[in-house]
């Protein structure tokens, strides 16, 4: 007979018990490779989708302050480059218009017209804003109807307007004077 040493035993349960326990455990650890697969995916879609909620966040305000830069600057011939940057936007912005100071015309010429005279500018574009020379920082000038200057200001688009009195007008908006005004 021949004695077993207790490394020929131990080595001999130990194989058949990782045998035994490879096969019990194949299935389970094909689940969970299943599991980990099916986390490890979702949580990748998680962090991709994350990432472009944030990068369209940040192109939406980005967008935002170039439209608000730009509307900052206006040109001297009568173009304004802030006009609203999308269809439903609508708000106050600086700009410099070029033109000359008129009496408004009425929207309806069909009536009686009363005799007064609602300070405007015409544009090199035929538009018509109302002129507001109350917010400006140094002493107005001396304009007469009919006289071209370029200004510099805040423009207020008249469908910001609660008041239906610009409404008589074929205004634009609303153009205070803010910086300055040069008579050309």
Not at 145 to 160: H, N
Not at 169 to 176: E, L, N, R, V
Request: aromatic share 10%.
């Amino acid at each position: 007979m021949h004695i077993q040493t207790f490394c020929e035993v131990f080595c001999e349960y130990a194989f058949e018990g990782f045998t035994l326990l490879s096969i019990v455990m194949t299935p389970y650890t094909a689940h969970m490779k299943k599991t980990l697969l099916i986390i490890g995916t979702i949580i990748l879609l998680l962090i991709i989708g994350f990432y472009a909620l944030n990068t369209y966040i940040y192109n939406e305000k980005q967008g935002e302050n170039s439209a608000s830069q730009s509307a900052d600057s206006g040109s001297a011939d009568g173009v304004i480059d802030g006009r609203a940057a999308s269809s439903g936007d609508v708000r106050s912005y600086r700009g410099t218009l070029t033109g000359e100071q008129v009496c408004l015309p009425h929207t309806d010429t069909s009536g009686p017209q009363t005799m007064e005279c609602a300070l405007g500018i015409k544009t090199d574009a035929g538009e018509y804003y109302a002129l507001d020379l109350q917010m400006l920082s140094q002493p107005a000038p001396d304009l007469a109807t009919g006289d071209r200057f370029t200004a510099t200001g805040l423009i207020t688009p008249v469908e910001m307007l609660s008041s239906d009195h610009w409404r008589k007008y074929p205004i634009k908006g609303i153009f205070s004077v803010l910086d300055s005004v040069q008579k050309l």
